[in-house]
C-alpha cells in the first residue's frame, strides 16, 4: 500500500433546505472549495485528477436514482471513472476509505471524494419513514420502524447496566452545540443547559429533541492524492501546504442488521476478540470487566457496538496507536444521538465499557478555552466532536462522514481559524485525530486516522 | 418573542402562470439569478409484494397464537426473531415453540414521535424481549404499561404475549404484555 494524502476538502453549509440549488450544484459548492484551497483552477484539476467516488444514502430522499453519475456529470469528471457508495450512516466514511482505496492501491494518483444528502424534499416524518427503512422491513420496521427508538432502547439498556444517566448525555449536548456556536458550517449553534436539554421534548424516552441529530441538505468533498499526484498537481500550479496530512489508518466494522439478533458473549470471548490491546495488558482493567461479567453483562447485546470497536481496533493497529485517549488530539465520531456519543467513546477505548456516562460529563472529550457552563471535573485530554459534530452540524448522510474529514483534514493542516473565521475550536498542537462514520443500529462502522506528516 | 409554529405541511396552491419578465433583455436576464427557487409536489406510491420467504411459517404460527423461534439444531443456539441458517454454523435452523416460555423486558423505549406511518399510534411502548433459553431478542409493543411512568423498573420485568384475533401477517399479530 502505498501513503495516502488527504490534501484539501470543502462543505457546503449544512442547512433544513436548500431549495435554491439542485443536489449537483451544493455538491459543486464543496468541491470548488475543495479544489481552490489547494490554489488550483477548476479546468487544471479537471485534468489532473483520475477519478472519484461518489457518495449519497437514499435514492427515496432525491427520488432518483443514479444520482452520483449525476454529480459527476455535473462537475465535469466525465468519461473519468467512478462508483457510488452506499452504507446508511456510514457512507460518507465508506467513501472516505474508498477514494484512500483508489490511492493506496495505485489505481489512480489523484481521486476526489464527494457526498451529498438532500433530505428536505419530504417532511420530517416522511424522512424518519425512509430512514427506518434502513432496518428489518419483515422483522423490525413493521413493529414501529423509528430510528430514535431503536437507539432509546439501547440506552435504556445501557443506563440499566452501566449506570447512565439523561444529564450525562445532556452534557453530550451542550458540548456539542456549543462547539458549533464556533462553527460557521453548522446547522445548529446554540448555547444550552442541561435543563434544556431535558426539557426539551421527548422523541423516544429518555431521548428528547435535542439528544438528536436533525436531517440536513448539505455535501462534502476531499481531495486525496499519492506523492505522485502531489508531484502532478503542484506541477500543474497547485500550493499544497506543509506539512502534509497523511490517512494513516483505516478500519471497518459490521454487525447483524437485526439488533436483537446480535449476540451476548461471555467474559472470555469478550477479552479474546474484542478487548483492545490496552485493555488485555492492564489487570485493573480485566478486573473491571470481571466484575461487569459478574454483574450480568454481556457483549455486546444492545448497549454496545461491536462493529464501532471492530473498525477502532483495525484502524489502531494500522495506524501504531496503543491507548487512543493519550494518542489522539482530537475524535469527530458519528453523534446521532448524545447516547451513541457515550457507547462511541467506550467502543473506540477512549473509555471502559461502562464508563462512558462518566467519561461525558468529566469534560475529558471537551474543548479547552470555551466555557460550556457545566460542573466539569476533569480538564480537556481529547476533544470529540470539536465541530459540533451530527447534532449540531447536522447529517445530511453522504455527506455527513465527509464532513468529518474535512474538519479532521483543516484541525491537522492547522487553519481552523482560516476556514472557520474563528480560531476557537482549534486544537492546539493537532497531529493526529481518528474520525468514525456508523451505519444503522450499528451495522457498518469506519474508523479512520488522518495525521500530521512527521508526527512519528 | 415566542418561538411558536405551526406544523408545516407540504400542501400547497395549484398555480396557473408564474412571474417571469416580459421581455428577456439583459437585466432581466441577469435577474433570473435572483429568482428564488420554483418547488413542485411529485406523488410516488408503490404497492409491494413482499415474500416472507423462509421465515413464513413464524407469520402462520402468530396467525394461529404460536410463538415460533428458530434454532441451530446441534448446538441449540436459538433466534428469537427467527433465522433460517445459523449465522455459526451456516447450517439450516429448526423451528421450534417458545409461546409458553418464561419472557422478559430486555430494553424499552416510549416513542412519542415516529415514523410518518406510526406517528397515529404514539405514544407506544417498543421493547425488545428475552425468551427463556433462547440466545437472541424479539422486538415488540409493550401494551398494558402507564407510558407516563416509564422507568428503568420495567427491564427484567416479565411478560406474555398476546396474539391479534384478526391476524394481519404482520410481525405486530403478536405483542406483549404485563404477565
Redesign the interface.
Known sequence: MRPVYALSGGVSKFAKAR???TFQAIVKEAYDYAIADIGIDFPTFTRAVDGSVASYFSDHFS?QLMAGIMAQDYLGLVPKPSHRVEGGGATGGLCFQEAWKSIASGHMDVCAAYGFETMSH??T??G??F??LASD????Y?????Y???Y???V??H??EYGTTVEQMAAVSVKNHLNAYHNPYAQKRNRYTIEDVRNS???????TRLDICVMSDGAAAVIFASEDGIERLEAAGAEIPRPLVQVTGIGRGTD?M???????VDYETFMQDYATDQERSSEDTRNHYRSLWDRGTRYPG?HSFRAGRTAGNMAYRHAGITDPLEELDFVELHDAYTSSEIQTYEDLGLCRYGEGGEFAASGKAFMPGIEYGLDLTSDPVCPVNPSGGLIACGHPVGATGLMQGVFAIWQLQNTIGKHFGDETLQVSDARRGAIHSHAGTGTYVTVSILEREGNR | MSDARREETLGGFVVHGVPFPVETDPDALAFLKRMTPIQIEQQYSITYLHSYGQDSPWFAGASNKRLLASREPDSGYAYATPRGHDMYTGRETEWIDVTDRTATVHAFTVCYFGSEEFLPDTPFVLALIEYEGVNTLFLTRLIGLDHTQASLEWIGREVQPRFLRNSKLKPTDVYFVPA
Open positions: 431549495p435554491d440549488k427520488r419530504v417532511e416524518w416522511k424518519n419513514e430512514i427506518a422491513v419483515s422483522w423490525d413493521p413493529v414501529g420502524g423509528f430514535s427508538g431503536y432509546a432502547m439501547m435504556t439498556r443506563m440499566k421534548p421527548m422523541v423516544a424516552w429518555p431521548l447483524a437485526r439488533m436483537s439478533d446480535r449476540p451476548h444492545v
